[in-house]
């Protein structure tokens, strides 16, 4: 979580920034809106972006886990299995 909110921290701050830059520079009205419009949908495509790279990571980790424990369980169970044959072929002996 600490690199999540790291990033969010610098994204929010970089949009800060550029937002005041663009209000405070001698441009007309519509001129600034034109181009807080066009960084704010640059900033939307980041997060975007990085939400979707971050998903994936999650996904991959999940994936990664509940194959080794799809694994770990299959072992269990071909090792409880081979200890049940083994038992009840030494009973029955």
């Given at each position: 979580m600490k690199t999540?909110?790291?990033l969010a921290g610098i994204v929010l701050g970089v949009a800060a920034g550029t937002a005041l830059g663009i209000l405070i520079a001698p441009d007309k009205g519509s001129k600034t809106?034109?181009?807080l419009t066009k960084k704010g949908v640059q900033l939307s495509d980041t997060l975007k972006d990085k939400f979707d790279e971050l998903v994936d990571t999650v996904?991959?980790?999940?994936?990664d886990v509940r194959d080794d424990v799809m694994e770990t369980g299959d072992d269990i169970l071909s090792t409880f299995s081979s200890t049940?044959?083994?038992t009840i072929k030494t009973i029955k002996s």
């Amino acid at each position: 979580m600490k690199t999540t909110s790291l990033l969010a921290g610098i994204v929010l701050g970089v949009a800060a920034g550029t937002a005041l830059g663009i209000l405070i520079a001698p441009d007309k009205g519509s001129k600034t809106r034109k181009k807080l419009t066009k960084k704010g949908v640059q900033l939307s495509d980041t997060l975007k972006d990085k939400f979707d790279e971050l998903v994936d990571t999650v996904i991959e980790g999940y994936e990664d886990v509940r194959d080794d424990v799809m694994e770990t369980g299959d072992d269990i169970l071909s090792t409880f299995s081979s200890t049940k044959k083994e038992t009840i072929k030494t009973i029955k002996s």
